[in-house]
Nanobody
């Protein structure tokens, strides 16, 4: 599975951005799609996930009520709508696909395909 993210940029605190991730290749093998982020000097952390089939979603506590993950299977695309952005949301955001179906959904080890990342910068 190949993944390409887009939609990052610079925004003021309180603003919004929508990230997109287009999947190609063996998309029929995907179980879960996830968004992760990595700030400078920090480990990559889980943000949100969605089942490729069905509507089960999961969010890290710090983004609940502000971020929404969704997908459009016809377009092989997953979205991350980010509202009320805060400076601490600044990071490189990565899209990831799981076709292994083992391990914790919030763990980076669960995912076997990754995008190149897109920078999100939130100014105070």
């Amino acid at each position: 599975v190949q993944l390409v993210e887009s939609g990052g940029g610079l925004v003021q605190a309180g603003g919004s951005l929508r990230l997109s991730c287009v999947a190609s290749g063996r998309t029929f093998s995907i179980y879960v799609m996830g968004w992760f982020r990595q700030a400078p000097g920090k480990e990559r952390e889980f943000v949100a996930s969605i089942r490729w089939s069905g509507d089960i979603t999961d969010y890290t506590d710090s983004v609940k009520g502000r971020f929404t993950i969704s997908r459009d299977n016809a377009k092989n695309t997953v979205y991350l709508q980010m509202n009320n952005l805060k400076p601490e949301d600044t990071a490189v955001y990565y899209c990831a696909a799981d076709s292994q179906a083992w391990g914790r959904i919030r763990s980076v080890d669960r995912y076997d395909s990754w995008g190149q990342g897109t920078q999100v910068t939130v100014s105070a």
